[in-house]
């Protein structure tokens, strides 16, 4: 079974920083990798799928790329908004244990 | 707009079973594949399964440590989505989302209890 493992666990960051999550698949998936946002006690939302697609909506701060086994969500300049915790998900299969992206 | 909308949820004592439902609409339900998902409390999510598309053959997975007690089924008449839950656990408690066309249901809440 594919396994999902996402890092770091927990991001420390500061309004206007750049900031990168890493997922790794333990086998290679194409593109088929999406991210989500959760806030507490909220549903997730989409914010990408097919590794680099926006979805409708989404802030173009927020990027995806990879492809295979590696995979990288970049927000390029953290809002009060975004703090929240990210999980990859290989699509519509297993999530990464997900990064929460707290405030430094 | 999407809309996803799960109901069936509730408490049932250990060795029971539940039925959802995900009502979905805003978009061609019987074109999507469709997943279940689950968060226990204070913990990440969970995938439970998922039923590929008609077109797509309709094959339905659910996760391996299930164990063959959760089914995922749908009526694309209904545009509705089900998970069938048998021999519920108490480690089973969490809010079930139904996701779909790049949207998520608000969840239904499932508690398992004597």
């Known amino acids: 079974d594919i396994q999902m493992t996402q890092s770091p666990s927990t991001l420390s960051a500061s309004v206007g920083d750049r900031v990168t999550i890493t997922c790794r698949a333990s086998?290679?998936?194409?593109?088929?990798l999406a991210w989500h946002q959760q806030k507490p006690g909220k549903a997730p939302k989409f914010l990408i799928y097919k590794a680099s697609i926006l979805q409708s909506g989404v802030p173009s701060r927020f990027s995806g790329s990879g492809s295979g086994t590696e995979f990288t969500l970049t927000i390029s300049s953290l809002q009060p908004d975004d703090f929240a915790t990210y999980y990859c998900q290989h699509q519509d299969g297993v999530f990464g244990q997900g990064t929460r992206l707290e405030i430094k | 707009e999407v809309q996803l909308v799960e109901s069936g949820g509730g408490l049932v004592k250990p060795g029971g079973s539940l039925r959802l439902s995900c009502v979905a609409s805003?978009?061609?339900?019987?074109?999507?594949?469709m997943t279940w998902v689950r968060q226990a409390p204070g913990r990440g999510l969970e995938w439970v399964g998922r039923?590929?598309?008609?077109?797509?053959?309709?094959?339905?997975d659910s996760a391996a440590p299930l164990n063959g007690r959760f089914t995922v089924s749908r009526d694309d008449s209904e545009s509705t989505l089900y998970l069938q839950m048998n021999n519920l656990k108490t480690e089973d408690t969490a809010l079930y989302y139904c996701?779909?066309?790049?949207?998520w249901g608000q969840g239904t809440p499932v508690t398992v209890s004597s």
């Open positions: 996701s779909g066309a790049f949207s």
């Open positions: 805003g978009f061609t339900f019987r074109n999507a594949y």
């Open positions: 086998q290679a998936i194409g593109a088929w």
């Open positions: 039923i590929r598309s008609r077109a797509d053959g309709g094959a339905a």
